[in-house]
């Protein structure tokens, strides 16, 4: 348990993640390596689940690809390959997981917004 715990000392998190909670709509910069070259992809989708807790911190990304298909991603908190995560929307949701967006397509897919005032 020492070596786990000191693991979880020594990792700062990536100062270009804010605060994330469920339900935001976000663009994720993530570095690709594509055999020698390296890349910036933007990942635009909906934050379904965020995951704390040590150096294994992460939150899922899901957005709806060409012909209705849904793609998830997940993403580290202390991942170095995060150029930076932008927070485009914020929503007002009642549950930490928002596993009930996978079945709903269109309209019943939509999330009421957050208002900060």
Do not use: C, W
């Not at 991603?73 to 928002?98: D, Q, W």
């Not at 596993?99 to 999330?111: H, I, T």
């Amino acid at each position: 348990m020492n070596l786990v715990e000191s693991l979880n000392r020594q990792l700062e998190p990536n100062p270009n993640i804010p605060d994330l909670r469920p339900g935001d709509t976000v663009r994720v910069h993530a570095l690709i390596v594509e055999g020698e070259r390296e890349r910036v992809q933007v990942f635009h989708g909906t934050v379904i689940r965020v995951q704390t807790g040590g150096a294994g911190a992460n939150f899922t990304v899901r957005r709806i690809a060409s012909h209705g298909i849904g793609v998830e991603r997940t993403f580290l908190f202390y991942s170095p390959r995060i150029e930076k995560v932008e927070v485009t929307r914020r929503a007002k949701v009642r549950r930490s997981r928002l596993y009930f967006l996978r079945d709903r397509r269109g309209k019943s897919a939509r999330l009421k917004e957050r208002r900060t005032n």
